[in-house]
């Protein structure tokens, strides 16, 4: 802790002097660091300058000794860990540097590390990687090396220095949906008490993550009032385990049709009839989308079967897709933009027609049909008339203007 006193100089003015003890000197003695200043403020704000730059001076061995290995080991026990990221953030950074930063860098000493090799890094992995991967490349590169700054690991930080590759941004992301061939053919791939069936028709028919279907719990469905209540998603990472939801505005109650209460029911009952088949050995049917023997199965697992049914068929499926197919066509009937955007969960209309939203002919078509009938109702033939009779000028001037 900083030590401060008072000194009274020659000239009679005061200032202040603030020491800190940093170690021993050769003969055992305390060391310590001096500042000053014309009030205490200043006195301390020159002693952690010097705190500082002594601690900068006293890590600059670690260049030496410190991989970038290394490194990301330390940042991610002490900085990501320290900001609560959320497990599959935390797992999708991990994923980001073993695959893409860990086979070019980490072997490389922090002595090694320069705005050059940065750029060169970051130019190479622009032209093979995705925007989207490339931003989590970013994050975790320029986090580690701001670490690394900020401790005094390194003297400067190359990270500042580095040119990105600029993208063009995209107003709409204009995902594909899904083959609707292949979505007429999936259920008839399976039977009705078949975990990948009733996944299905629960992601069709309420645009739900995959994640939040297979967390779903009957004691989540509400029959009577033919209500779901997402409030929790599945995680795989470290095995099958129950997570909170994405964000809080995840968490939601939504109406559902009478159709997907009717086929969840009949799922219900076949586990049921499934519970005293296998006795003891059921695994107790806790979550909605549970097998025949009352486990949940790995969504992933899920996913994978249902691309492996399709496969003699030349098809190909993503799941999610089912989510941006449920918020187009919703939208493309009628349905009010916030309430899909409320039903998918999301923070803002803007996240559901940036990202969920497909544009469609369908979608032109009723554009320009819609506005033809406000266009025609616009200049009726009664609205006409109605402007005449209330407009006094137009009628002395109506056979002048015609």
């Known amino acids: 802790m900083a030590k401060a006193r008072k000194i009274k100089k020659k000239d009679g003015k005061y200032t202040y002097e603030v020491n800190e003890v940093v170690g021993k000197n050769e003969n055992g003695n305390p060391k310590r660091i001096y500042a000053y200043g014309a009030t205490l403020k200043e006195a301390k704000e020159n002693l952690k300058i010097k705190l500082d730059a002594y601690n900068r001076m006293g890590y600059q061995n670690l260049q030496n000794k410190m991989t970038v290995n290394e490194l990301y080991d330390?940042?991610?026990k002490n900085e990501a860990i320290n900001k609560s990221l959320k497990e599959n953030?935390?797992?999708?950074y991990t994923g980001v540097y073993n695959n893409h930063i860990k086979p070019c860098l980490g072997h490389l000493y922090l002595k090694d590390i320069n705005v050059m090799v940065v750029q060169?890094?970051?130019t190479e992995a622009s032209e093979r990687l995705t925007k989207y991967i490339m931003k989590n490349v970013h994050i975790v590169l320029g986090q580690m090396l701001r670490l690394a700054f900020d401790q005094g690991f390194i003297a400067n930080n190359p990270y500042l220095y580095i040119r990105k590759k600029k993208y063009k941004k995209d107003k709409c992301l204009n995902y594909e949906l899904p083959d609707e061939d292949t979505l007429r053919l999936i259920p008839t791939l399976f039977h009705e008490t078949d975990p990948e069936y009733i996944s299905f028709y629960i992601a069709l028919y309420t645009g739900a993550r995959c994640s939040e279907i297979f967390g779903l719990t009957w004691d989540d469905v509400d029959f009577e009032n033919h209500?779901?209540?997402?409030?929790k998603q599945i995680s795989e990472i470290g095995g099958i385990h129950e997570i909170a939801t994405k964000t809080?505005?995840?968490?939601?109650?939504i109406k559902v049709s009478n159709d997907l209460i009717e086929m969840l029911k009949k799922y219900k009952s076949n586990l049921d009839k499934f519970a005293l088949l296998y006795g003891k050995t059921f695994g107790g049917g806790k979550y909605v989308c549970s097998d025949s023997k009352g486990y949940l199965k790995r969504p992933s697992y899920v996913r994978r079967n249902i691309q492996k049914k399709l496969k003699p068929y030349n098809k190909e499926f993503r799941f999610h897709t089912l989510r941006h197919f449920y918020a187009t066509k919703a939208l493309e009937a009628g349905t009010n933009v916030k309430a899909v955007s409320r039903r998918l969960g999301h923070a803002s209309v803007q996240v559901t027609?940036?990202?969920?939203?497909?544009?469609?002919?369908?979608m032109d078509d009723e554009a320009v049909d819609i506005f033809d009938s406000v266009i025609n109702d616009f200049f009726s033939e009664k609205k006409i008339k109605n402007t005449f009779r209330s407009n006094s000028w137009l009628r002395k001037h109506s056979a002048t203007l015609k």
């Open 74 to 76: 330390y940042w991610l």
């Open 89 to 92: 953030t935390m797992h999708g």
């Open 120 to 122: 060169n890094f970051i």
């Open 227 to 231: 209500t779901l209540d997402i409030n």
């Open 248 to 253: 809080p505005t995840s968490i939601r109650n």
């Open 353 to 362: 027609l940036d990202r969920y939203v497909t544009f469609t002919p369908e």
